[in-house]
C-alpha cells in the first residue's frame, strides 16, 4: 500500500489505517479476542502501518488487544494511543494534567507491550489545563524516549497554534467526510499553514456511507449510535440521499460506495491518513482497497456538485460530546 507522511513530522504511515476502537468499544458488544486479533494481523498483512487506540477504549482493553496482535512485528507499524480522561473513562471527563499524561503513557507502554508510543494524542483538549503545560509535558516524553510523535484530537485551531509551538503537533485526528466536513472551514487550511497531518476518523459516517445502514436499522442497546441525532430514524431516511450518491459513483468506477468514500478523503490532500474501523475482515479488505481507487478531477468535480445538493440532517453529536470538541 501507498505510504503517506502526516505533515512535516516525517512519520510515515500506509495511506489507509485501522481504527481499533469498534473492536472493544462503542459500537455494541467486544469483538472476540482471537478473532479481533486475526483481523488486526491480516490488516498488517495487506499493507495497514498504523493502528489507532485509546485508553479510554474498553477502558484499557483494545490497547491490550493491540499490544497482543501487533506485538510480532512491532517495529514494522506506528502505534497511536490517546490520554485524556479521569482514570481512562470517556465518561468520567476529562483530565490531562502533567501528573495523568504521565501516568497513560507509563501504563500504555505496558498495555502495548512497547518501548515507546509512535503517536500519543490528546483525546479532547481539556480547558482546565493550559494548552502549554499540555504540550510541554509531552515534549518531555519525547525528550525521554517514551514518545515519538505529539498528536491532538478534535482540537480547535486555537488550542492547536498554543500546543505546536511548544512542541510540533505531527498530527490532528478529527472527524471528516463526506457528511461531515466542518473541517475545511478552518482546520485544514490551518494545518496546511503549520505542516500538521490530517487523520480523519469515522471516515464512513460511522458506518452509514458504506450503504449498510438504513432507517430500519436496529443497533444493539450498547451502540453509541443509539444517542446519535444524525442517526434517528428520521435522519437516516433523509440522509440516505448521500448513500445514493456514494453508490452511483460506484457504480462507475466498478467499486463500493465506501471505497468511493476514502478515495474521495485520500484525494483531499496527500498528508490526509484516514482510520477506518471494522470488525469484519471482509470489510477489512473493501476498505483497503480505496487506495486503489483513482478519482479523476472530473470525477471529484461531479462528487462535490452533487454533494452540494444534499443537506445532511442532525446533529453529529449529542449535546454533552459535542461540548467536548473544537476547544
Given at each position: 500500500m501507498e505510504?503517506?507522511k502526516l505533515?512535516?513530522?516525517?512519520?510515515?504511515v500506509?495511506?489507509?489505517?485501522?481504527?481499533?476502537?469498534?473492536?472493544?468499544?462503542?459500537?455494541?458488544p467486544?469483538?472476540?479476542?482471537q478473532d479481533?486479533i486475526?483481523l488486526?494481523?491480516r490488516?498488517?498483512e495487506?499493507g495497514?502501518?498504523f493502528?489507532?487506540?485509546a485508553e479510554?477504549?474498553?477502558?484499557?482493553e483494545?490497547e491490550k488487544?493491540l499490544?497482543?496482535a501487533l506485538?510480532?512485528?512491532?517495529?514494522?507499524?506506528v502505534?497511536?494511543t490517546?490520554?485524556?480522561f479521569?482514570?481512562?473513562n470517556a465518561?468520567a471527563?476529562?483530565?490531562?494534567?502533567?501528573a495523568?499524561?504521565?501516568v497513560?503513557?507509563?501504563?500504555a507502554?505496558q498495555?502495548l507491550r512497547?518501548d515507546?508510543?509512535d503517536?500519543f494524542y490528546q483525546?479532547r483538549?481539556?480547558t482546565?489545563?493550559?494548552?502549554e503545560?499540555?504540550a510541554?509535558?509531552v515534549?518531555?516524553l519525547?525528550a525521554?524516549g517514551?514518545v515519538?510523535?505529539?498528536?491532538?484530537s478534535?482540537?480547535g485551531?486555537?488550542?492547536i497554534?498554543?500546543a505546536h509551538?511548544?512542541q510540533?503537533?505531527?498530527?490532528?485526528?478529527?472527524?471528516?467526510?463526506?457528511?461531515?466536513r466542518?473541517?475545511?472551514?478552518?482546520i485544514?487550511?490551518l494545518?496546511e499553514?503549520?505542516?500538521i497531518?490530517?487523520?480523519p476518523?469515522?471516515?464512513?459516517?460511522?458506518?452509514?456511507l458504506?450503504?449498510?445502514?438504513?432507517?430500519?436499522?436496529?443497533?444493539?442497546?450498547?451502540d453509541?449510535?443509539n444517542i446519535?441525532?444524525?442517526f434517528?430514524?428520521?435522519a437516516?431516511?433523509?440522509n440516505q440521499?448521500m448513500v445514493?450518491?456514494?453508490?452511483s459513483i460506484a457504480?462507475?468506477k466498478?467499486?463500493t460506495p465506501?471505497q468511493?468514500?476514502?478515495a474521495?478523503l485520500?484525494a483531499?490532500?496527500?498528508w490526509i491518513a484516514?482510520?477506518?474501523?471494522?470488525?469484519?475482515?471482509h470489510?477489512l479488505?473493501?476498505n483497503?482497497g480505496?487506495?486503489?481507487?483513482?478519482?479523476t478531477?472530473?470525477?471529484l468535480?461531479?462528487?462535490e456538485n452533487?454533494?452540494?445538493?444534499?443537506t445532511?440532517?442532525g446533529?453529529?453529536?449529542?449535546?454533552?460530546l459535542?461540548?467536548?470538541?473544537g476547544?
Open positions: 505510504k503517506r505533515g512535516n513530522s516525517g512519520l510515515e500506509s495511506a489507509i489505517g485501522l481504527g481499533c476502537m469498534g473492536l472493544s468499544f462503542g459500537y455494541g467486544a469483538a472476540n479476542k479481533a486475526k488486526i494481523r490488516a498488517f495487506l495497514v502501518t493502528f489507532d487506540t479510554a477504549y474498553g477502558p484499557f483494545n488487544l499490544g497482543e506485538a510480532p512485528f512491532r517495529d514494522a507499524v502505534i497511536a490517546k490520554f485524556g479521569k482514570g481512562g465518561g471527563g476529562q483530565d490531562s494534567s502533567p495523568r499524561i504521565r497513560v503513557a507509563d501504563e507502554l498495555r512497547t515507546r508510543i503517536l483525546h483538549v481539556d482546565n489545563v493550559p494548552m503545560d499540555v510541554g509535558t515534549k518531555d519525547i525521554e517514551k515519538k510523535h505529539f498528536g491532538m478534535e482540537a485551531a486555537q488550542s497554534r498554543k509551538a511548544v510540533p503537533v505531527a498530527a490532528l485526528q478529527s472527524e471528516y467526510s463526506l457528511w461531515w466542518e473541517p475545511e472551514k478552518e485544514i487550511p494545518l499553514e503549520l505542516g497531518g490530517f487523520v476518523f469515522s471516515p464512513l459516517g460511522k458506518g452509514f458504506t450503504g449498510a445502514i438504513n432507517e430500519n436499522t436496529q443497533f444493539d442497546a450498547t453509541f449510535r446519535v441525532p444524525r434517528t430514524p428520521e437516516r431516511k433523509a440521499a445514493d450518491l456514494m453508490q457504480q462507475q466498478n467499486a465506501a468511493i468514500a476514502l474521495w485520500l483531499q490532500k496527500p484516514p482510520i477506518p474501523g471494522t470488525t469484519k475482515i470489510r479488505e473493501e483497503l480505496a487506495a486503489n481507487v483513482e478519482l478531477k472530473e470525477d468535480a461531479a462528487i452533487a454533494a452540494s445538493e444534499i445532511i440532517q446533529e453529529r453529536y449529542p449535546a454533552q459535542a461540548a467536548r470538541v476547544k
